[in-house]
């Protein structure tokens, strides 16, 4: 009887402390855990002529990650930025930039707030999972506390991973982004 009630009280306590999802959430699909799956989903707030997402690699042919439909007539011959968004390592394949024709004119988006700027409003689940990323948040499709979603019609609603201080220790997070501004909340929801 002596051993039953601390083990009762310790067993209840990991019942209790199991972290859940709201029924209302949905698992997102494993496939947006890659992020270079979810440019093709971006639907920017402009009209650009054109607009390609590419990363800094010399060869032309690996270089393009997605591409709008390039009129016949377009050519770009800007260089590339130094410094891109999702920077991953120095050197070649390293960044992603994404480039825009308006009226003739190529822009360069090469960093997270310009990646930003240029989804503007939150259509659809990719472009939240976009702006996640740019904050350091990503898909973890191997666990719920990592990878569900409710869309609101002012809010789209996510837990989301991150590593936890360079470790293998995951943490969940808890993010909503306003739909209509992209501005992103979040709140820790502990590691799992």
Same mark, same amino acid.
């Given at each position: 009887?002596?051993?039953?009630?601390?083990?009762?009280?310790?067993?209840? !306590?990991?019942?209790?402390?199991?972290?859940?999802?709201?029924?209302?959430?949905?698992?997102?699909?494993?496939? *947006?855990?890659?992020?270079?799956?979810?440019?093709?989903?971006?639907?920017? #707030?402009?009209? /650009? &002529? /054109?607009? =390609?997402?590419? +990363?800094?690699?010399?060869?032309?042919?690996?270089?393009?990650?997605?591409?709008?439909?390039?009129?016949?007539?377009?050519?770009?011959?800007?260089?590339?930025? %130094?410094? !891109?968004?999702?920077?991953?390592?120095? !050197?070649? =394949?390293?960044?992603?930039?994404?480039?825009?024709?308006?009226? @003739?004119?190529?822009?360069?988006?090469? &960093?997270?707030?310009? *990646? +930003?700027?240029?989804?503007? =409003?939150?259509?659809?689940?990719?472009?939240?999972?976009?702006?996640?990323?740019?904050? !350091?948040?990503?898909? #973890?499709?191997?666990?719920?506390?990592?990878? @569900?979603?409710?869309?609101?019609?002012? /809010?789209?609603?996510? /837990?989301?991973? +991150?590593?936890?201080?360079?470790?293998?220790? $995951?943490?969940?997070?808890?993010? $909503?982004?306003? +739909?209509?501004?992209?501005?992103? %909340?979040?709140?820790?929801?502990?590691?799992?």
């Amino acid at each position: 009887m002596k051993l039953l009630f601390p083990t009762l009280i310790l067993l209840s !306590g990991l019942v209790f402390s199991q972290k859940t999802i709201p029924n209302d959430f949905k698992k997102i699909p494993e496939i *947006l855990d890659n992020t270079e799956l979810l440019y093709p989903f971006i639907v920017p #707030d402009k009209k /650009y &002529n /054109y607009w =390609s997402v590419l +990363r800094n690699n010399p060869d032309s042919d690996e270089a393009i990650i997605y591409e709008s439909q390039m009129p016949d007539f377009m050519t770009i011959n800007d260089p590339a930025p %130094e410094k !891109g968004f999702f920077q991953k390592c120095l !050197g070649e =394949s390293c960044f992603s930039y994404l480039i825009a024709c308006e009226n @003739s004119q190529s822009r360069y988006f090469s &960093n997270e707030q310009q *990646l +930003r700027d240029f989804i503007g =409003s939150v259509d659809n689940l990719p472009e939240a999972i976009l702006i996640a990323n740019t904050f !350091g948040y990503t898909v #973890d499709s191997t666990n719920k506390l990592g990878s @569900s979603y409710k869309m609101e019609d002012q /809010y789209v609603s996510m /837990y989301l991973s +991150r590593f936890k201080n360079n470790s293998e220790i $995951k943490e969940s997070f808890f993010i $909503k982004i306003n +739909r209509k501004t992209g501005k992103l %909340e979040m709140k820790n929801n502990g590691t799992y």
